[in-house]
């Protein structure tokens, strides 16, 4: 038997690097060759690989209760990343749902806004979503992200949803308000039309990953947000990607002057050692499942349903991304990405920079090298970077220092040119 990779056409790939060790912001090949995880291991790692206090925190773990089942039962480490996250959301969140990937608290939040709706006896069957948003590959998220270019082998298989155009933007962009005139018309419309039959927007706020790390304004997702609270539809944020720090604060709603009604977390959960992730919910919509009747409560659940030891290393991770040097060091990876960018700009032909917070973006379309060649010439000097189509993207754990990123971007000039 054969390994048979994620996201990998393997007649046309190159065999996998295996990779034998790692530290801080550094992978190891079995050869001895490093390369800088300049995309955190798919998005995950926050503090560095084999980070020390997360390590010994789900070892003590391990040693003390390493799994229970969570229907009946609950635990500390469960309690105290309850308490954790609890300290760094606002007050209206009063729920928080365990799961263990990114695409099962997306599949949690659409289910408990479905059943929010039939509880209240008002059935509201579809769910409204972006063109490029993406939201995992289970099948009620593939059906939510039908517009991410992802999954149109399965279109047939899909449930029904509503996308509507997202327009995304970049530095120096004139036609951003023309773009978000013709979003939010499309969203009037589709409004008018079905507005009472929506039961939930689902909304990567201010970045879609997938689709290529699409930025768009504040102001938009402000008016998407405001117009579908007219409708009475309930507001999904998937911050699989975003939270926990990336976009420069803890979550990127933070910088938004709207809540949602759920929240979905993996990801940077554990610092990106182990898989967890959650849904965070309001009270009011909690108040819809408190009732006497078995048919009114939520009946989902997964094996492991917040592992102890996954829940340690996510309140490791927590307190680690509280600290004064973790705030000081996504400040330098930021700077470190305008100072790159810039260089980049002086010295090579890239297209629609933008930058948020720890993540960096940008087009290589008119340079003249391919995505392939690209990632090619990244690994031979290496860089872990993995292009979205002709995006180049960047998005390290915030152990990078800014002399490692930047030395990354000189790197980046001389492949292009
Ligand atoms: C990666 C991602 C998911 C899916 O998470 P998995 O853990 O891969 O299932 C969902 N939403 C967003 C925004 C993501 O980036």
Redesign the pocket.
Known sequence: MKIWHPFTQEKTAKPPIKIVKAKDSYIYDEFGKKYLDLISSW?VNLHGHANEVIASSIYEQSKTLEHVIFAGFTHSPALDFCSGLQGVLPAIYEKIFFSD???TA?EVALKIAYQYWANIACKRKTFLCFDGG????TIG?MSVGRKSGYHDTFEQLLFDSLTVPFPETWDGDDDVEAKESVAIESLSNTLKEFGNDIAAIII?PLIQ??SGMRVCRKTFVESVVDKCRQYGILVIF?E??TGFGRTGTTFAFEQLNCVPDFVCL??GITGGFLPLAVTVTTGAIYDKFFREDWKSAFAHGHSYTANPISCAAAVASLKLLKSNECADAIKAINSAHNAGIKLLKENTNIAKSRILGTISAFSIELTGITSEKFKEAAIANGLLLRPLGNTVYMLPPYTTTYEQLLQAYNSIVTIIS
Request: proline content about 0%; glycine content about 16%.
């Open positions: 998005w990937n990114g695409s997306v993406y939201h995992g590959d998220a990567e990953g997938a998937d699989v990607m993996s990801k």
